[in-house]
C-alpha cells in the first residue's frame, strides 16, 4: 500500500557500448530515466531518435488528416466493447525496433498518402469541368456563343466565370458596367458584363486586374456548344467513378490498417519518449553515465542483468540528504503507487488532487475507507445501490485501461450505498419490511401519521450528529496525517510549534462542543452534570477539560515559534513569531468550524435523495402496476442525477476538507521504459 520504495541507480559503460546498456535498461522496462541537462549527446542514439521523430509525425498526419479516433469513448466502450488485438513488434536490439517501425508504416503512409493525393487532384479537376459544364450549360439554354458576343459594334459585352468572392467588388468598381450574373458553383458564377463601347479599355484593365478572362471553349473540347457540353457530361462521369473507386480503396485502407496504424504510432511514442530521456550521457570522452530509479525490490535484478559487465551502482532514495557540510536537502524522485485489489481504484479520486510526492504519505487507503462510507450515507438505498454496483462491474468487463479502475470504483460505491441502505431498511424509497424483509432500520427517517409520510425530526437530528461527528474524526486524521508527514521529513519544529498544538485545539475545541450541548449553553456549562452527548461523561468535566486544553494549546501556537527562535537562536523577531501564531489561531477557529459544518451535507443531502424517492413513490400508491414505467424511468433519472451530485460532494469533502491539511499532491508519476499499452506490444528479444 502506498508509495512503492524506490532505488537509485547509476550504471557507468564505454561509449561504444552504450545501445547495449540502452537495450538492455528496456528489456528491464521499469527504470525511470533521470534527463541530464548540459551533457553530451550520444550520436546513434540521437540519429535514432530523429528517425522515431520522423515515423511519428508522419503516422500523426495520418491520424489527425483521415479521422483516426485514437481513444474510444465510454459509451461506446460500454456498449460495443473493446476487443483489440495488440499489434507486436519485436527485434533483437533498439535500432532493430526503430527499423521494424519504419518497414511496416513506410508502405501504409505512402500508399495512404498516395490515394488522398489522387483523391486531391481528381477532386480539383472534377471542381473545375463542373464549373465548365454549368458555363456550358447556361450558355446552351441561352443560345448564346461567346465568339458572337465580340462581333457586336456598339456595345462591348463580355461573358466570363467570375468568383463570387470578387463579383462584388468588380461591380463596385465599374458601376456603369450592366451586369448579369448567376451562381454556377458554391466559389463561381457566370456574369455578363454590357458597357459602352467607350469604356472598353477601362472594362478590360478591371478585369484583368481580378484576373477574369472572357469564357472561351477550351481547345480539348469540340467548337460548338452542345458538343462541347457533351464531352465534358463525358469525362465528368469517368472522373466521378474514378473518384469514388479512389475513395473506396482509401476506405478500405484505412478500414484494415486503422488499428496497425494506431499501433505503430504507439509504439513509436514510446520509443521517441525512451531515447530523449536516454540520450544524454556523462561529459567524460570514453564513458557514459546513465542514471534513474528503479523500484528497489528490481534493483537487483537490474544489476544482475548487466552481470558485472558494466558498474552498477545502487542506492535507496531518501525524502532527506544530507550533504558533507550539514545542509539538508530533499531529493526530487518519481512517484511510484503501489496499491492493490479494490484500493487502487480509489487512486482515480487522489489522482484529482495529484500524485502525492516523495515523502509526502498516500491518502488512497484512507479515500477508499471514507468516499465510500461517505457516499454510502448520501445515496443510502439497498436496490440503487445493487444497480450501481453491476453497473459498475458490467463497466470493468467491458473496458479497459484507467476506466476499468473507475468501473470498479462504482461498483464499490454501488455496493458501499447498498449496504447503508439495507441498513436503514430502504430499497427503491420502500421500507424492506414491507416486502418481508428483515432489516436494522438503525435510523427511522420516515414516519407515518394517518397515512401520511413525513420526516422524522428526532431520526434527522441523530443521523445529523453522527455524520458531524464522522466529520470531526475525518478532520482529526487530516490534522494527524499533516503533523505525522512533518515529523518523518524532520521538520520538528513546525511539527510541535503548530500541527500538533493544532490537532489539540482542534479535539478540546469539540469536547468544549459537546459539553455546550449537552448542559444547554455556556452558562451551565461548567457546572451542569448532564451527559455530553457520544461521551456520557459530565458536561461540567467535559467543559473543564475543553476549555483548559483549548486555551493551553493557543498559548502553545502563539507563543510556540518565538519561543522555539529564541532556545535555537534562529532570526526573526518575538512580537513578528508571536503575530503570526495569533492569525494561525484565529484561522483555525474559522476553518474548525467551516470544515465540521460542511460534513453536515451528509444527511442533508440524504434527506434529500428520500424526500425524491418519496415523492415518486406516490405514483405507485395512487396508479399501482400501472406506474411501473415512471417508477423505472424516475429511479433512472434520481440515480443519474443524484449519484453525480452525491459524488462531487464527496469529492468535494476530500479535496477541500481533507486533502488541504496534508496533502500537496506535487509528485511526477515514475515512467518506465515501457509503460502500458493499448495498441502495441513492443519488446526486444
Not at 124 to 138: N, P, R
Not at 265 to 270: C, L, M, V, Y
Not at 435 to 444: M, N, R
Not at 583 to 601: D, M, P, Q
Request: aromatic share 8%; charged share 20%; net charge neutral.
Amino acid at each position: 500500500m502506498g508509495l512503492a520504495k524506490l532505488a537509485k541507480v547509476s550504471i557507468i559503460a564505454p561509449k561504444a557500448d552504450i545501445e547495449d546498456v540502452v537495450k538492455e535498461l528496456f528489456k528491464f522496462g521499469d527504470f525511470h530515466p533521470i534527463e541530464q541537462e548540459h551533457e553530451s549527446i550520444d550520436k546513434n542514439l540521437e540519429e535514432m531518435l530523429d528517425r522515431v521523430k520522423r515515423i511519428e509525425l508522419a503516422l500523426d498526419t495520418i491520424v489527425n488528416d483521415f479521422g483516426i479516433k485514437s481513444e474510444i469513448g465510454v459509451i461506446d466502450s460500454i456498449i460495443k466493447g473493446i476487443k483489440i488485438e495488440r499489434h507486436r513488434i519485436e527485434a533483437e536490439d533498439v535500432k532493430g525496433l526503430v527499423d521494424a517501425l519504419e518497414f511496416e508504416a513506410r508502405p501504409i503512409v505512402s500508399e495512404l498518402k498516395e490515394l488522398s493525393s489522387k483523391i486531391d487532384t481528381i477532386t480539383k479537376e472534377v471542381q473545375k469541368d463542373e464549373a465548365l459544364l454549368a458555363a456550358l450549360q447556361l450558355l446552351k439554354d441561352l443560345r448564346i456563343a461567346p465568339s458572337s458576343l465580340s462581333a457586336l459594334k456598339r456595345v462591348y459585352a463580355v461573358f466570363a466565370v467570375v468568383s463570387i468572392r470578387d463579383l462584388q467588388e468588380i461591380k463596385r468598381s465599374l458601376p456603369e458596367v450592366a451586369t448579369l450574373h448567376i451562381a454556377l458553383t458554391k466559389t463561381l458564377s457566370a456574369a455578363l458584363f454590357v458597357a459602352s463601347s467607350k469604356d472598353v479599355e477601362r472594362v478590360e484593365r478591371v478585369l484583368k486586374g481580378f484576373g477574369v478572362k472572357p469564357f472561351a471553349i477550351p481547345e480539348w473540347l469540340p467548337g460548338t456548344i452542345p458538343e462541347a457540353y457533351a464531352a465534358v457530361e463525358s469525362k465528368l462521369a469517368e472522373l466521378n467513378a474514378e473518384l469514388s473507386d479512389a475513395k473506396q480503396k482509401l476506405n478500405f485502407a484505412l478500414e484494415t490498417s486503422k488499428e496497425k496504424i494506431l499501433s505503430l504510432r504507439e509504439g513509436a511514442s514510446i520509443l521517441k519518449d525512451s531515447l530523449e530521456r536516454l540520450k544524454t550521457t556523462s561529459r567524460l570522452k570514453r564513458f557514459a553515465s546513465i542514471e534513474g530509479y528503479v523500484p528497489y525490490e528490481k534493483s537487483e535484478e537490474l544489476v544482475k542483468r548487466f552481470d558485472g559487465k558494466y558498474p552498477v551502482y545502487v542506492s535507496e532514495v531518501e525524502a532527506i540528504h544530507m550533504d558533507e557540510h550539514g545542509t539538508t536537502y530533499n531529493e526530487n524522485p518519481p512517484t511510484l503507487l503501489q496499491n492493490k485489489g479494490l484500493m487502487k481504484a480509489f487512486e482515480n479520486v487522489t489522482n484529482i488532487q495529484g500524485l502525492p510526492g516523495h515523502g509526502e504519505i498516500d491518502p488512497t487507503p484512507f479515500v477508499a475507507l471514507f468516499f465510500s462510507i461517505f457516499y454510502g450515507i448520501m445515496f443510502a438505498d439497498l436496490g440503487q445501490g445493487l444497480v450501481l454496483m453491476l453497473f459498475g462491474l458490467f463497466m470493468r468487463m467491458r473496458t479497459k485501461g484507467r476506466l476499468r479502475d473507475w468501473g470498479m470504483l462504482l461498483a464499490m460505491l454501488g455496493l458501499s450505498s447498498s449496504v447503508a441502505g439495507f441498513l436503514l431498511g430502504e430499497c427503491f424509497g420502500f421500507k424492506l419490511s414491507g416486502w418481508g424483509i428483515a432489516s436494522p432500520e438503525l435510523v427511522h427517517l420516515v414516519e407515518e401519521h394517518a397515512g401520511v409520510k413525513e420526516l422524522n425530526l428526532a431520526a434527522v437530528q441523530k443521523l445529523l450528529q453522527f455524520t458531524i461527528m464522522l466529520g470531526i474524526v475525518h478532520l482529526t486524521l487530516g490534522y494527524s496525517l499533516s503533523a505525522y508527514r512533518l515529523i518523518k521529513n524532520r521538520e520538528y519544529l513546525e511539527a510541535f510549534a503548530s500541527k500538533i498544538p493544532t490537532i489539540a485545539m482542534y479535539v478540546f475545541g469539540v469536547f468544549f462542543a459537546l459539553a455546550f450541548f449537552g448542559a444547554g449553553g455556556v452558562t451551565q456549562m461548567l457546572t451542569s452534570q448532564n451527559p455530553a452527548p457520544f461521551i456520557g461523561l459530565p458536561s461540567s468535566l467535559v467543559g473543564t477539560i475543553g476549555m483548559a486544553g483549548g486555551i493551553a494549546s493557543i498559548f502553545v501556537l502563539i507563543l510556540g515559534r518565538p519561543v522555539a527562535n529564541l532556545l535555537t537562536r534562529k532570526c526573526g523577531g518575538f512580537v513578528g513569531a508571536a503575530g503570526m501564531g495569533l492569525l494561525e489561531v484565529l484561522e483555525n477557529i474559522i476553518h474548525f468550524l467551516s470544515n465540521t459544518i460542511s460534513y453536515a451535507r451528509l444527511t442533508i443531502l440524504l434527506l434529500v435523495h428520500i424526500a425524491l424517492l418519496m415523492l415518486l413513490n406516490n405514483v405507485w400508491h395512487a396508479l399501482g402496476l400501472m406506474s411501473l414505467p415512471i417508477l423505472v424511468i424516475g429511479n433512472l433519472g434520481i440515480m443519474a442525477l443524484e449519484g453525480l451530485i452525491v459524488f462531487i460532494q464527496s469529492l468535494r469533502l476530500h479535496l477541500y476538507e481533507f486533502f488541504t491539511k496534508f496533502f500537496e499532491g506535487g509528485g511526477k508519476p515514475f515512467k518506465g521504459l515501457r509503460p502500458e499499452t493499448t495498441y502495441v506490444d513492443i519488446r526486444i528479444k
